[in-house]
């Protein structure tokens, strides 16, 4: 695949949320988004205003994590969280749905959980985290189909903090499960040039990585 380092960035969401990382990395992250063009940064939700500020005049979204990395709150704090981020002045949400959940069949539960966090999210793009390490092909399919039914805008693969992270062959599953017009998100384990164009070979629209910088000086 063919790309300019402009055309390869607009895929990346910059990304920090390892809980070590302070206000210097944050700061970091933005102005090194803001440098090389990527279309967003993703953290977490303590550092949305302050991403916020720092992206001010610049056309980089601001992503921010909720329910984040394990899926397991109450539907309520989650759509809590995504409220708050809102208003702190998040662009798009990155949920992670109830894997426990969805590994038990309760798709009833798993589909008004990621719908809670849409309506509280006031027309932002929404994305679904799987966590596919943990999931079958079918149970990968089955949330692709309940993330598009609850109005997400995007499905992920993975929050990096799983056993596994993004795969081409699981890409390629949620690009079919969901179809041309809902964004497919490659994230977790993402590091070189090679492996992010093989994510977009199979059909992703964005890609997770904290090591965009090294993806995009790779061409």
Not at 109 to 115: G, L, P, Q, S, Y
Not at 135 to 162: H, M, P, W
């Amino acid at each position: 695949m063919a790309l300019t380092k402009t055309q390869l960035a607009s895929f990346i969401d910059h990304t920090v949320l390892k809980p070590m990382e302070g206000r210097a990395a944050i700061q970091k992250l933005c102005a090194e988004a803001r440098e090389h063009g990527f279309f967003a940064v993703c953290v977490n939700p303590v550092w949305v205003s302050l991403c916020h500020d720092l992206l001010k005049g610049s056309p980089v979204k601001l992503a921010v994590v909720v329910g984040f990395p394990l899926g397991a709150n109450r539907s309520d704090v989650k759509a809590f969280e995504a409220a708050r981020a809102v208003d702190d002045g998040a662009d798009e949400i990155d949920m992670v749905l109830n894997v426990g959940a969805l590994r038990d069949g309760d798709t009833a539960f798993v589909e008004a959980d990621i719908r809670a966090v849409v309506q509280a999210s006031a027309g932002r793009l929404v994305k679904v985290i799987f966590e596919t390490c943990y999931l079958t092909d079918e149970q990968i399919v089955t949330a692709c189909k309940l993330s598009v039914n609850a109005g997400a805008r995007y499905v992920k693969t993975s929050t990096g903090f799983g056993s596994g992270g993004a795969t081409a062959a699981h890409i390629a599953l949620m690009r079919k499960a969901v179809g041309p017009d809902v964004g497919v998100k490659a994230s977790g384990g993402v590091k070189t040039l090679e492996a992010a164009l093989a994510m977009i070979e199979a059909g992703a629209s964005r890609i997770g990585t904290s090591s965009g910088i090294e993806i995009v000086q790779g061409l």
